[in-house]
């Protein structure tokens, strides 16, 4: 009896051994997963390039237009003889005198200038603006201004172009320049004034951003 008992209290501890130990894993590993998902939804590196696609369609084959040779006809002008006009007697007219006009004195007039108190604005809280919400803005800005250059689409060429800048406190694009070229010149400076034409990103008055630097592709494609 000694014996059977002491086996089952042996097999009671081990069973609660056992599950001490697999409630601290899965304790363990619902801490770990919830790290990762909040650093996926809160962390968005601005330093990764935001890729820009610049499509057109290429340029279709002119056909040589066929040119008939029209039939010249003789026009036969008649020049109608001109009159002299009749003379005429220009009469002398007599202009009426200028009544004097007076001018009130001018020491006699008085400013009145009134003052209103100026009033002091209210403080307003100024947020950061969210790095997802300062890199779709930028893109739309891209995306608004750009255009395939006509020599490049005539030629057929295409290229991805590399082009860093730097974004100010106050939403200014500064240090545009060409960190890779797209092996076409037209393309790579097409890119560069494109961006550096934007000058400054729109903001709401209520928010602020972090002076950061980051970097945009901009692809461009022909299609048929």
Excluded: C
Aim: charged content about 20%; overall charge positive; cysteine-free.
């Amino acid at each position: 009896m000694q014996y059977g008992h002491s086996i089952r209290n042996s097999s009671s501890k081990f069973l609660l051994g056992w599950f001490v130990l697999a409630s601290a894993l899965a304790h363990v590993l619902f801490i770990t997963l919830v790290d990762n998902k909040a650093e996926q939804t809160v962390y968005v590196n601005l330093s990764a390039p935001l890729q820009i696609t610049v499509i057109s369609s290429r340029p279709a084959a002119k056909p040589l237009a066929q040119t008939t040779p029209q039939r010249t006809e003789r026009v036969v002008k008649t020049v109608p003889l001109l009159k002299k006009p009749p003379k005429q007697i220009a009469k002398a007219a007599t202009l009426p005198e200028k009544s004097p006009v007076h001018y009130p004195d001018s020491t006699s007039k008085t400013k009145i200038i009134t003052e209103t108190p100026t009033t002091a604005p209210e403080a307003i809280s100024v947020k950061n603006v969210p790095l997802n919400h300062l890199r779709q803005q930028l893109k739309q800005a891209i995306k608004a201004r750009f255009t395939y250059p006509r020599m490049a689409r005539r030629m057929g060429w295409e290229g991805l172009v590399g082009i860093s800048l730097h974004i100010e406190d106050d939403g200014s694009l500064n240090q545009v320049q060409i960190a890779r070229s797209s092996g076409h010149k037209i393309l790579d400076e097409n890119a560069r004034k494109t961006i550096e034409n934007i000058g400054r990103i729109q903001i709401a008055s209520s928010f602020s951003i972090h002076a950061t630097s980051t970097e945009i592709e901009v692809l461009y494609r022909l299609t048929d």
